[in-house]
Each structure stands twice: as C-alpha cells, then as structure tokens.
C-alpha cells in the first residue's frame, strides 16, 4: 500500500514514497550496546505517563522502526525514542511506523549515544542513508535530539530552512518542546540503580514531571505533613482544655 508518491526534492532529487513495512523485511536487530539507553529511554516515557500526557492516539516508542521508500528503495530507521502526536489507527502491536500512510510524521526523535556509536550524526544520503539524513530530509522530523548520557550532553535541533540547526537552551539549561508544551532537560541523580545523567520533562510552569517513585516519596511527605498538622492542632486543644474529640 502506498499513501502517495513524491515529486522529486528540488534540494535532494529524492522521490520519495510512504509504504507500509513488507512482511519480508528483515529489521535490524543489533543488540544495544549501552545497556543504559533502555532505562533512559522508560523514564522518558514513565514520566509522561504518570502525568497523563499520553493518550491512545499517540505513539510514543523506542527502538522502534520509522519507514519510507526512497527513489524505490526501502529504508527503516529506529530511533532511540520518538513521539508522534496522531496515528489513523490504534494498534496493539506495532512493529513499524510509516508516515503519512499510519499518520502524522513524528514531532521528535532522540538518539543515546553509547561509547563506540557515532551513527546517528550521519549525513550519508547514499543508500542506505545515514540516521541524519533520513530524519531531516526524508522524514523532516521536526526536532531531533542527540544525548550523551556520560557527560549529560544533549544536542538539540531544530528544523529552519530545510535544515537542523542547534539550539541553545533556556536561562534553566531546558528545551521547549511547542508540540509536547513541555520542557526537555538534563537531571542527575539515582534511578533504578543507575547513577548519572538523565532527560527529563518540566511543565511550563517549571515543574517537573516526576517518576513513579518519586510520585510516592510526594504522597508520603504530603502524609506526614498532614499526621504532624493534626498531632499540633491536638496538642493545642489540650492545652486549651479542649476535648479534641469533640471537633475532630
């Protein structure tokens, strides 16, 4: 199936085309060579979730195929993490994503980089085209985010003109993200066992959106402010000869 075909790019000469994945196309299946990109990858979206961001039109994946047809020929990438605001259908398993044959193109792709991949930086366009490439000029993802997760650097790029251009962060070090209407930053701390430099999601209010554990840690010190509200207002009325009983 073929949701349209493309006059060549004046830029690239492309023709490019947007068809579903063949049932013979073997994806690639690379082991992850940094075993922290799983883990970074879930707490981007574990925050997400918590806060009620996601919703059933959505796709939010990782390691995840995004397909097109490149002057015939078939090209899939799997971005580290990606998010697109609105698919035609709702599936319970996806194996890869075309767009505007499934739906909207996606509004931001993120790269992990491990210690020994430089890959995602490929301009290549030769086939098959570098990761680079593919999301500027194929896809022309809007925004295109590259993080270092051992020095917590974090490239983050914008289309203007065709091309990704980097942009710097706010007086807070983050990223406004217009499609998400939240912030994206770098945190450092502990999570599931891993110490170091994470991505994280602020509001536009400046609030973070925290992970589950850091969700029950809110609910247990709001708990123990309210039990040591009540245990000074007893202690008041006793004081006051007042029978607690009576009013609480």
């Keep these: 199936m073929i949701a349209q075909i493309g006059e060549p790019k004046p830029s690239t000469g492309l023709v490019i085309s947007w068809e579903a994945l063949p049932g013979d196309f073997r994806l690639e299946d690379d082991p992850v060579e940094n075993t922290g990109q799983p883990l970074l990858a879930g707490a981007l979206r574990e925050s997400l979730e918590i806060a009620g961001f996601i919703q059933p039109q959505m796709l939010v994946a990782s390691n995840f195929a995004l397909c097109a047809t490149v002057n015939g020929q078939f090209i899939a990438k799997a971005p580290d993490w990606v998010y697109v ?18 739906g909207d193109i996606p509004a931001i792709a993120m790269e992990f980089l491990s210690d020994t991949e430089g890959g995602e930086y490929s301009v290549k366009r030769t086939y098959p085209p570098g990761k680079w490439f593919f999301y500027e000029q194929i896809l022309q993802i809007p925004i295109y985010v590259i993080f270092e997760s051992s020095a917590g650097l974090l490239e983050f790029y914008e289309i203007e003109n065709g091309r990704y251009e980097l942009k710097l962060p706010n007086p807070d070090g983050r990223h406004w993200v217009a499609s998400m209407d939240l912030f994206l930053g770098t ?44 245990e000074k207002l007893i202690a008041y009325l006793q004081s006051q000869g007042i029978d607690p009983n009576t009013i609480l």
């Design 187 to 230: 945190w450092q701390g502990v999570k599931e066992g891993r110490t170091g430099y994470w991505l994280r999601w602020w509001d536009k209010t400046g609030n973070i959106l925290p992970w589950a554990v850091e969700r029950v840690e809110q609910e247990h010190q709001r708990a123990e402010q309210e039990k040591q509200q009540k």
């Design 85 to 102: 605001a609105n698919v035609s259908q709702i599936l319970p398993e996806r194996k890869s994503y075309t767009p505007n044959l499934e």
